[in-house]
């Protein structure tokens, strides 16, 4: 069982204490962050994000409970401790970039190692080496005016990562930069995450980036009102994932992760339209498939109860539509067991071993149920997007994105219509490929 990097055991902080205008920033906050999790603390502005933050940093001491970082309380270190601290163990970046003006790019990311006496040409290499992995290589000898925005907020990573902190803090750290800066900014923190197995804690109030985080905490008045796994990724932490489906547009949006709430809505409204159900047939048809789901019913029965009479207990289907339905049914849940086997060897195994028969398998699958078919080139650069997608190495908009793209940019070239298909239905392999965590197994 693995320790959590960070605890905060009912930990408050109170500004202004024992004055009239006393504020309780952080109300109680109990956390266990793991190694190697992508955590956003989510919430309104003036929440308290930053001040929960702030406190993993070092430079506000909890005024009552206490927070704990890999054991250890960093309010009770040494100055030399916390300086070690606050440059080894943490790195943080910020929404205002505070690169010095006067010094060049290559100089603001090695400022620190200058600090601890490390040698120019061995600071020069390292600064060259982290500009050139965050794609601003061509920038050490500029002053920082020279960057945009979104190159000097990756410069910022570049320094924050100078002494390969374990923890990288990020405070709104694409608050201020356009769109697409703001996407190669995030996608960044994702790689060090994913790479370099860095603990992630970023501080957003903008729900587009949500779906990067392991975990979402959401903060109201200082307090933690709830914790959200994201059902993409690949759990570090113990999670109930019970507890997290309340409502039908939380299990749409765990179903449906990258739409917006109201596109979530009409999804659901076109469901119930489309399907011609009554809202009775439709839970009973989801109680059946839930069975099928976790094993519980045979293909047979699974017919039977959808051409039996409502009176009966059935959901009266008429015999061509529920034959349909229970063929699609068992394909999907079949070919997802690929899916599932495929990410048990990758857990068991070194992250690159890749099994060639189930990528190969889904890939005859996808083709199949898409009615398709691939030359040579195009059947590998569809196994590879499988392979990146059932990693967790890429996300669902990015296997859309490489079917459509053209066939000399690398993509697969399919139309729109064909790449939606193909994206849809791997999607339902990818959701019914997820392990049941809560069977206590
Ligand atoms: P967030 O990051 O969610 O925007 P903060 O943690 O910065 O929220 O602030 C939470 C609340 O605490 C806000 O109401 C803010 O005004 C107040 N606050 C923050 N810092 C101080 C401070 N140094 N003194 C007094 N109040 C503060």
Redesign the pocket.
Do not use: W
């Given at each position: 069982m693995i320790e959590p990097i960070i605890k905060m055991k009912n930990m408050s902080?109170i500004?202004?204490k024992g004055k009239e205008?006393e504020?309780r920033?952080?109300d109680g906050l109990n956390l266990e962050i793991y190694p190697g999790e992508y955590i956003i603390?989510f919430?309104?502005?003036?929440?308290?994000?930053?001040?929960?933050?702030?406190t993993i940093l070092g430079v506000l001491t909890p005024t009552e409970g206490e927070i704990l970082v890999k054991g250890e309380n960093p309010y009770e270190y040494t100055p030399q401790e916390l300086v070690h601290y606050q440059t080894s163990v943490i790195g943080i970046m910020y929404q205002a970039f505070y690169l010095i003006p006067s010094l060049t790019i290559a100089d603001n990311v090695t400022l620190p190692l200058i600090f601890q006496g490390i040698h120019p040409n061995i600071r020069k290499k390292r600064a060259q080496e982290l500009l050139d992995r965050f794609g601003v290589g061509s920038h050490g000898h500029k002053l920082p005016e020279a960057l945009s925005g979104g190159q000097t907020q990756r410069v910022s990573v570049a320094r924050a990562f100078v002494n390969d902190p374990e923890i990288l803090l990020a405070?709104?750290p694409v608050g201020n930069l356009d769109s697409i800066s703001a996407g190669q900014v995030m996608d960044t923190l994702d790689e060090i995450n994913r790479r370099d197995k860095k603990t992630i804690i970023l501080?957003t109030?903008d729900a587009k980036y949500l779906p990067y985080a392991h975990r979402v905490i959401y903060?109201k008045d200082?307090r933690v009102v709830r914790i959200v796994p994201n059902p993409e990724k690949k759990q570090i932490a113990r999670v109930d994932q019970q507890k997290t489906l309340v409502t039908e547009m939380e299990q749409l949006a765990k179903v449906h992760p990258y739409l917006s709430p109201s596109e979530l809505k009409v999804k659901s409204i076109i469901n119930f339209l489309t399907q011609g159900q009554t809202l009775e047939q439709l839970q009973r048809l989801e109680e059946c498939a839930k069975l099928m789901i976790d094993g519980m019913m045979q293909r047979e029965q699974f017919y039977q109860i959808l051409i039996d009479d409502l009176e009966k207990g059935g959901i009266g289907l008429p015999p061509t539509v529920a034959e349909d339905m229970t063929d699609k049914i068992c394909r999907v849940l079949d070919q997802s067991k690929d899916v599932r086997r495929y990410r048990r060897r990758l857990e068991r195994n070194n992250f690159f071993d890749t099994d060639r028969a189930l990528i190969n398998k889904l890939a005859k699958d996808l083709v199949d149920e898409c009615d398709c078919k691939l030359e040579p080139k195009i059947r590998t650069r569809l196994k590879d997007n499988i392979y990146n997608r059932v990693s967790g190495l890429s996300r669902p908009e990015d296997f859309y994105l490489r079917l459509v793209k053209s066939v000399e940019d690398d993509g697969l070239g399919f139309t729109k219509e064909l790449a939606e298909k193909m994206a849809t239905y791997f999607e339902k392999l990818l959701i019914q490929g997820l392990e049941a965590e809560d069977k206590g197994h």
């Amino acid at each position: 069982m693995i320790e959590p990097i960070i605890k905060m055991k009912n930990m408050s902080v109170i500004y202004n204490k024992g004055k009239e205008n006393e504020f309780r920033a952080s109300d109680g906050l109990n956390l266990e962050i793991y190694p190697g999790e992508y955590i956003i603390f989510f919430g309104p502005s003036g929440c308290g994000k930053s001040t929960a933050l702030y406190t993993i940093l070092g430079v506000l001491t909890p005024t009552e409970g206490e927070i704990l970082v890999k054991g250890e309380n960093p309010y009770e270190y040494t100055p030399q401790e916390l300086v070690h601290y606050q440059t080894s163990v943490i790195g943080i970046m910020y929404q205002a970039f505070y690169l010095i003006p006067s010094l060049t790019i290559a100089d603001n990311v090695t400022l620190p190692l200058i600090f601890q006496g490390i040698h120019p040409n061995i600071r020069k290499k390292r600064a060259q080496e982290l500009l050139d992995r965050f794609g601003v290589g061509s920038h050490g000898h500029k002053l920082p005016e020279a960057l945009s925005g979104g190159q000097t907020q990756r410069v910022s990573v570049a320094r924050a990562f100078v002494n390969d902190p374990e923890i990288l803090l990020a405070d709104e750290p694409v608050g201020n930069l356009d769109s697409i800066s703001a996407g190669q900014v995030m996608d960044t923190l994702d790689e060090i995450n994913r790479r370099d197995k860095k603990t992630i804690i970023l501080v957003t109030h903008d729900a587009k980036y949500l779906p990067y985080a392991h975990r979402v905490i959401y903060i109201k008045d200082g307090r933690v009102v709830r914790i959200v796994p994201n059902p993409e990724k690949k759990q570090i932490a113990r999670v109930d994932q019970q507890k997290t489906l309340v409502t039908e547009m939380e299990q749409l949006a765990k179903v449906h992760p990258y739409l917006s709430p109201s596109e979530l809505k009409v999804k659901s409204i076109i469901n119930f339209l489309t399907q011609g159900q009554t809202l009775e047939q439709l839970q009973r048809l989801e109680e059946c498939a839930k069975l099928m789901i976790d094993g519980m019913m045979q293909r047979e029965q699974f017919y039977q109860i959808l051409i039996d009479d409502l009176e009966k207990g059935g959901i009266g289907l008429p015999p061509t539509v529920a034959e349909d339905m229970t063929d699609k049914i068992c394909r999907v849940l079949d070919q997802s067991k690929d899916v599932r086997r495929y990410r048990r060897r990758l857990e068991r195994n070194n992250f690159f071993d890749t099994d060639r028969a189930l990528i190969n398998k889904l890939a005859k699958d996808l083709v199949d149920e898409c009615d398709c078919k691939l030359e040579p080139k195009i059947r590998t650069r569809l196994k590879d997007n499988i392979y990146n997608r059932v990693s967790g190495l890429s996300r669902p908009e990015d296997f859309y994105l490489r079917l459509v793209k053209s066939v000399e940019d690398d993509g697969l070239g399919f139309t729109k219509e064909l790449a939606e298909k193909m994206a849809t239905y791997f999607e339902k392999l990818l959701i019914q490929g997820l392990e049941a965590e809560d069977k206590g197994h």
